[in-house]
């Protein structure tokens, strides 16, 4: 497969989960999913782990999972080789893997002891993937074998830190993330 086409297939197939995390912080607020509670003397999620913006995060990778499926003859015809549509399945596995991971991450920030909004490497830039790739195949292996071939998986990990750094950077530069990562 040639670099630039495993390069936009990686791209594609990961939008549905890419959207979520910045349309939660665009959401987010009200309610925290923890609802205040403790585990010994730390919170167990935290308050920037909301229902609102969960829910607004899962819903718009669907949309675009679904938006992305409606132009993908016209795309894939005029790349001159085919990305992928997304079966629900696919669409709820990235999704929700994605703020599944996110939430889970914030577990384990919560349990070694650091605040909301503390950095964690490695784990804030691929909390997501980590989560969403096993789900999908769980959800829709069919799917998840098609698309996600091994150079597809490793395009996706090299490429995901680089895109969560940029778009981070930016939602801090435009005051809509309280810190850069
Ligand atoms: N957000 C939300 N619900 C989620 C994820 C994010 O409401 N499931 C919103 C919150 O307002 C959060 C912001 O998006 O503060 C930024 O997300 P993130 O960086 O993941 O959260 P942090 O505030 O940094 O908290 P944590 O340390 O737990 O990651
Ligand atoms: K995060
Ligand atoms: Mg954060």
Do not use: C
Request: aromatic share 10%.
């Amino acid at each position: 497969m040639a670099v630039l086409e495993t390069l936009v297939i990686a791209f594609w197939a990961m939008l549905p989960a890419y959207v979520p995390n910045n349309a939660a912080v665009l959401a987010g607020g009200g309610r925290p999913i923890d609802g205040g509670r403790t585990w010994g003397d730390k919170r167990v999620l935290g308050d920037g782990k909301t229902w609102r913006g969960t829910a607004m995060g899962v819903a718009a990778g669907l949309a675009l999972a679904a938006v992305l499926t409606v132009v993908e003859p016209t795309v894939s015809d005029s790349l001159g080789f085919d990305v992928p549509a997304f079966t629900p399945l696919a669409a709820l596995g990235l999704a929700g893997g994605a703020m599944l991971g996110d939430i889970l991450a914030s577990f384990l920030k919560r349990r070694t002891g650091r605040q909301r909004g503390a950095m964690f490497p490695g784990l804030d830039q691929l909390d997501f993937v980590v989560v969403s790739l096993p789900l999908v195949a769980l959800l829709d292996f069919g799917w998840f074998s098609t698309w996600f071939t091994l150079e597809v998986v490793l395009v996706v990990v090299v490429l995901t830190p680089i895109l969560h750094v940029t778009t981070n950077m930016a939602a801090y530069k435009l005051e809509l993330k309280n810190e850069p990562w």
